[in-house]
């Protein structure tokens, strides 16, 4: 997605304004919180450099594009690049005032006395009653900014900008972020269900056995109900399970943009999805990474802007004018009477009932606020990014043993059916081993989701894609 695609039909000196005020970088704002020297979690042995088209990671070429479609047709990344347009729109009205307005005149008007003599406001009289006259000027208008209350106004709208086009980045990012989470969703529910549909086969095969065993008199009717149970368990399970892929699958429709019908989805297996090791670097490059934060940060420059601006608004303005033009009674005439007029005005407030006074305090307040907001928000960063790295190192360490209880689950399910249909174990053992295998095999999906999940967490908490050496 291309920033220059965000920029307006403006006019080409506007345009120019706006992207030379832009050039010069931001004052660094001092948020007060000093970062941690590293993470608590973090891999040693982690990736340094992360591409910025992350998802690409994960091994999936149909993520990938679905990604590249959420891009494209999402209407939330729609509506905040329009919100940019309007934020690049209003910094190029802001920045307007710090250059002389000229204004092109053509008038003309005609006069006709009904009755009477006339007036002092009128050009005609008893003797010429009709007067037609025309004219045509140049006007030049400037307010002098010397308190620098225009030029804070300019920079106070272009750090919207800059907060504007950090808000599309979070959009983006949490579209695309949510789309990965809802695929991954989807194909760990396709994988549950087919283990919960093997599993009823394996329960009904079970049944029949028990069937026959009562039948001969060899198994009893707990036994029977039990097992009966038992499947009936496992036939609940199928469209539970089932909902819960066709709930992943319509909200993944809905985040690229179209509706459930639209969307087809080819067969992939769940366990090809995989995770990267992702270096996080250092906390304090989070500041620049995460398009949260610097969008707190532009606000509360933009603040800082609005401060000056208000106090600017209690002292005198000066203002110049220039007028050229021209003035006749007839048209062919109009530009044998030349003229210019030069004016400068002085306005100062005297008593407004504290109303500037107010605003000032008002923006000083303003300050305040995202001052604690940016400081709150790089502290909840760091909060994001801490948890992410826990959850993929206690994920991974849990994945380890539970690998380890499948695996002996598989065993003893083939171990209590052999030894069941011998005769040499009762039922309720083989029971046990049918419900422990399909518990650790549901599960091994659940934990493979979190783990997926917890690295898309880390990436979004890390701001997406990022270059440590940058």
């Given at each position: 997605?291309?920033?220059?695609?965000?920029?307006?039909?403006?006019?080409?000196?506007?345009?120019?304004?706006?992207?030379?005020?832009c050039?010069?970088?931001?004052?660094?704002?001092?948020?007060?919180?000093?970062?941690?020297?590293?993470w608590?979690?973090a891999?040693?042995?982690?990736?340094?450099?992360?591409?910025?088209?992350?998802?690409?990671?994960?091994?999936?070429?149909?993520?990938?594009?679905?990604?590249?479609?959420?891009?494209?047709?999402s209407?939330?990344?729609a509506?905040?690049?329009?919100?940019?347009?309007?934020?690049?729109?209003?910094?190029?009205?802001?920045?307007?005032?710090?250059?002389?307005?000229?204004?092109?005149?053509?008038?003309?008007?005609?006069?006709?006395?009904?009755?009477g003599?006339?007036?002092?406001?009128?050009?005609?009289?008893?003797?010429?009653?009709?007067?037609?006259?025309f004219?045509?000027?140049?006007?030049?208008?400037?307010?002098?900014?010397?308190?620098?209350?225009?030029?804070?106004?300019?920079?106070?709208a272009?750090?919207?900008?800059?907060?504007s086009?950090?808000?599309?980045?979070t959009?983006?990012?949490?579209?695309l972020?949510?789309?990965?989470?809802?695929?991954?969703?989807?194909?760990?529910?396709?994988?549950?269900?087919?283990?919960a549909?093997?599993?009823?086969?394996?329960?009904?095969?079970?049944?029949?056995?028990?069937?026959?065993?009562?039948?001969?008199?060899?198994?009893?009717?707990?036994?029977?109900a039990?097992?009966?149970?038992?499947?009936?368990?496992?036939q609940?399970?199928?469209?539970?399970?089932?909902?819960?892929?066709?709930?992943?699958?319509?909200?993944?429709?809905?985040?690229?943009?179209?509706?459930?019908?639209?969307?087809?989805?080819?067969?992939?297996p769940?366990?090809?999805?995989?995770?990267?090791?992702?270096?996080?670097?250092?906390p304090?490059?989070?500041?620049?990474?995460r398009?949260?934060?610097?969008?707190?940060?532009?606000?509360?420059?933009?603040?800082r802007?609005?401060?000056?601006?208000?106090?600017?608004?209690?002292?005198?303005?000066?203002?110049?004018?220039?007028?050229?033009?021209?003035?006749?009674?007839?048209?062919?005439e109009?530009?044998?009477?030349?003229?210019?007029?030069?004016?400068?005005?002085?306005?100062?407030?005297?008593?407004d009932?504290?109303r500037?006074?107010?605003?000032?305090?008002?923006a000083r307040?303003?300050?305040?606020?995202?001052?604690?907001?940016?400081?709150?928000?790089?502290?909840?960063?760091?909060a994001?990014?801490?948890k992410s790295?826990?959850?993929i190192?206690?994920?991974?360490?849990?994945?380890?043993?539970?690998?380890?209880?499948?695996?002996?689950?598989?065993?003893a399910?083939r171990?209590?059916?052999?030894?069941?249909?011998?005769?040499?174990?009762?039922?309720?053992?083989?029971?046990?081993?049918?419900?422990?295998?399909?518990?650790?095999q549901?599960?091994?999906?659940?934990?493979?989701?979190?783990?997926?999940?917890?690295?898309?967490?880390?990436?979004k908490?890390?701001?997406?894609g990022w270059?440590?050496?940058?």
């Amino acid at each position: 997605m291309n920033n220059s695609s965000f920029i307006p039909h403006l006019s080409a000196v506007s345009l120019c304004l706006l992207l030379s005020a832009c050039g010069g970088n931001p004052p660094v704002v001092d948020g007060g919180i000093t970062a941690p020297p590293a993470w608590q979690f973090a891999e040693r042995d982690a990736a340094r450099a992360t591409n910025q088209r992350w998802w690409t990671q994960f091994g999936s070429a149909q993520l990938n594009r679905l990604i590249d479609q959420a891009r494209r047709d999402s209407f939330d990344v729609a509506a905040a690049m329009a919100r940019v347009r309007q934020a690049q729109a209003s910094a190029v009205i802001a920045g307007a005032p710090l250059l002389p307005e000229v204004k092109f005149n053509l008038a003309t008007g005609h006069q006709k006395l009904l009755r009477g003599k006339g007036g002092p406001d009128l050009d005609v009289s008893q003797d010429d009653d009709a007067v037609d006259n025309f004219g045509a000027n140049f006007s030049a208008s400037y307010e002098v900014d010397f308190w620098g209350g225009r030029a804070a106004a300019r920079d106070s709208a272009l750090y919207g900008v800059r907060a504007s086009e950090s808000d599309r980045a979070t959009v983006e990012l949490t579209l695309l972020g949510n789309v990965a989470d809802r695929y991954a969703q989807t194909l760990a529910a396709r994988e549950r269900l087919q283990i919960a549909e093997l599993n009823l086969s394996n329960a009904r095969n079970v049944l029949k056995l028990v069937q026959a065993r009562y039948d001969a008199g060899s198994a009893t009717a707990l036994e029977l109900a039990q097992q009966k149970s038992l499947v009936a368990g496992q036939q609940r399970q199928v469209p539970l399970i089932q909902q819960l892929a066709e709930a992943s699958r319509i909200s993944l429709a809905t985040l690229l943009g179209q509706p459930v019908q639209a969307l087809a989805l080819e067969a992939e297996p769940f366990h090809t999805l995989t995770w990267p090791s992702i270096g996080p670097g250092v906390p304090s490059q989070l500041l620049s990474r995460r398009p949260d934060l610097t969008r707190a940060e532009a606000q509360l420059a933009a603040a800082r802007a609005d401060v000056t601006v208000a106090r600017a608004a209690m002292l005198p303005a000066v203002t110049l004018g220039a007028t050229v033009g021209s003035d006749a009674y007839k048209a062919a005439e109009i530009l044998r009477s030349p003229y210019y007029t030069l004016t400068a005005g002085l306005v100062a407030p005297i008593f407004d009932h504290g109303r500037l006074s107010a605003e000032r305090d008002k923006a000083r307040a303003r300050q305040d606020e995202l001052l604690h907001t940016y400081r709150a928000a790089i502290l909840n960063g760091f909060a994001d990014v801490e948890k992410s790295l826990s959850s993929i190192t206690r994920l991974d360490q849990q994945r380890q043993w539970q690998d380890e209880e499948l695996q002996q689950a598989q065993a003893a399910l083939r171990i209590a059916e052999s030894r069941y249909q011998a005769g040499a174990e009762d039922w309720l053992t083989l029971l046990a081993a049918q419900r422990t295998l399909y518990a650790a095999q549901d599960a091994n999906v659940q934990l493979r989701l979190s783990r997926l999940q917890a690295s898309l967490a880390l990436f979004k908490a890390l701001g997406g894609g990022w270059n440590t050496d940058s």
